[in-house]
């Protein structure tokens, strides 16, 4: 309930494109996962993935992070296929980015 309201918050007052609300986003997806509501979570997480996209910025560490828990969040809901789709363009973005050495990389 507390990233909720910080949630709200930031998007009143900072706007809903501002790396502050999206990192709000971000931590309140996996506290609502956490809780096991894997349906809000994954729709928490598609949003802030589109923003990103939205932003030009599909290839930030904070797209990354996003798209891995929903990568998680997607397997949890039985969707495998899509979850592996979604590992798989994770890894070949931090590769691009990163390089295959960095710890993100091979954490993906």
Not at 13 to 21: C, F, M, N, S, Y
Not at 65 to 70: I, M, V, Y
Not at 83 to 101: I, Q
Request: glycine fraction near 10%; charged fraction near 25%.
């Amino acid at each position: 309930q507390i990233f909720e309201s910080l949630f709200d918050t930031r998007r009143r007052i900072l706007g809903r494109a501002h790396p502050d609300t999206l990192s709000t986003v971000s931590n309140l997806a996996v506290v609502v996962a956490a809780t096991g509501d894997y349906h809000r979570a994954h729709q928490l997480g598609g949003e802030l993935i589109a923003e990103y996209e939205c932003q030009g910025r599909s290839e930030s560490r904070g797209s990354f992070d996003a798209l891995e828990n929903l990568a998680f969040v997607t397997g949890e809901l039985g969707r495998f296929k899509d979850a592996v789709g979604m590992a798989e363009r994770l890894l070949v973005g931090r590769e691009r980015t990163l390089g295959s050495y960095h710890p993100d990389t091979i954490r993906a």
